[in-house]
């Protein structure tokens, strides 16, 4: 496609030229209309909720769900379903290579370089050379941020820090562009910053992960997103412990960590997200000797299997 015909009763030439060099603000609408145009729709659940496949939300939902509960177990069992009936089209390939490089890396199938390595093969199937655009800013689908956290996230497992801030801060530009929807981009935007917080934190920048992570909680509270609380809260508990130990902060802070861990684990309960509360549980009562006290009956948190906790404190910080 010529860019005359990409731009046809759209935009001109020189103003779609100004928006892929990073001169031009798109706006939402046009933006719209040349994602269609190219057959990129940037609605969220397009890749696997087109004409028949409609029936596939509800298992996208409990895969992504398990995903954000750490229950890769779970979640594997939803991804063989969803395979089995998705349809063929690039996004839907998308969506799936993305979901199997995490999936399969938490579940020990593969390792940190072959998860790179499918993470960056799934955003080619869209965009080719996205190398190019991170120095910019470029108005991503969601589909393709989510792909992108991902392979920062995996650049964090490596180390390879740099890397992944650079990823995160592309994004973070890219939502600020004002195409998509503001509750589309502030979601998105609050777990950017949760995931560049694990990036600081790891780095012994301790104070800028915090600082990122309030933010985290204030967005998220605006948003009713309540599992993002949860995690934040156990971030800050664990940074803030870092920098008591390292002698950032002083002592009587420790009462400060142990109220934030505790919000972390009453939300994460009452959420229903067991494999998290269990483990911030036994991360606090082995860091304070004493027990999280907690008025309702979760007995799903006493029975959370050994394996499922397996790598649940790199993803939550703890």
């Known amino acids: 496609m010529t860019q005359e015909m990409l731009c046809e ?34 609605e969220k659940n397009y890749a696997i909720c087109t004409g028949k496949y409609m029936e596939l939300l509800e298992e996208k939902i409990d895969f992504e769900d398990a995903v954000s509960k750490f229950d890769y177990e779970k979640a594997e069992i939803c991804l063989q ?7 063929e089209g690039i996004l839907n390939k998308q969506y799936i290579a993305k979901a199997e490089a995490l999936v399969h890396h938490r579940n ?17 199937m869209t965009l080719p050379g996205y190398e190019q655009y991170l120095d910019g800013e470029y108005p991503y689908t969601e589909q ?10 995996a650049y964090r497992v ?17 939502l ?7 509750h589309d981009s502030i979601i998105l935007e609050i777990k950017v910053m949760r995931n560049m917080a ?50 950032e902060r002083d002592m009587s802070d420790i009462v400060r960590v142990k109220a934030y861990t ?25 860091k304070f000797e004493e027990a999280i006290e907690l008025n309702v009956c979760i007995n799903k948190v006493e029975v959370v299997s050994k394996r499922n906790n397996a790598g649940i404190a790199r993803q939550s910080g703890i």
Not at 81 to 87: A, T, Y
Not at 144 to 153: R, S, Y
Not at 158 to 174: D, T
Not at 216 to 224: F, G, N, P, T, Y
Request: charged share 30%; hydrophobic share 35%; net charge positive.
């Open 158 to 174: 490596k180390k390879r820090y740099e890397n992944g801030i650079r990823i995160y801060r592309a994004l973070l530009n890219s």
């Open 108 to 124: 020990k199938q593969i390792d940190e370089d072959q998860m790179i390595s499918r993470l960056q093969e799934a955003i080619r």
């Open 9 to 42: 009763n759209i935009c001109s030439v020189e103003t779609l030229s100004r928006i892929e060099n990073g001169k031009h603000k798109v706006k939402r609408d046009t933006y719209r209309r040349l994602m269609e145009r190219m057959e990129r729709i940037p």
């Open 262 to 286: 505790r919000q972390a684990y009453y939300i994460a309960a009452a959420r229903d997200d067991y494999i998290h509360a269990a483990k911030i549980r036994e991360y606090y009562e082995n």
């Open 198 to 247: 694990l990036i600081f934190g790891e780095m012994e920048q301790y104070q800028e992960a915090i600082v990122l992570l309030k933010k985290v909680i204030q967005l998220s509270k605006e948003m009713d997103y309540g599992q993002m609380i949860s995690t934040a809260f156990s971030q800050i508990a664990w940074n803030m412990m870092h920098q008591i130990e390292n002698g």
């Open 81 to 87: 379903g969803l395979k089995q009936k998705i349809g």
């Open 176 to 182: 600020h562009l004002g195409y998509m929807t503001q």
């Open 144 to 153: 393709e941020v989510l792909t992108l956290m991902n392979l920062a996230g």
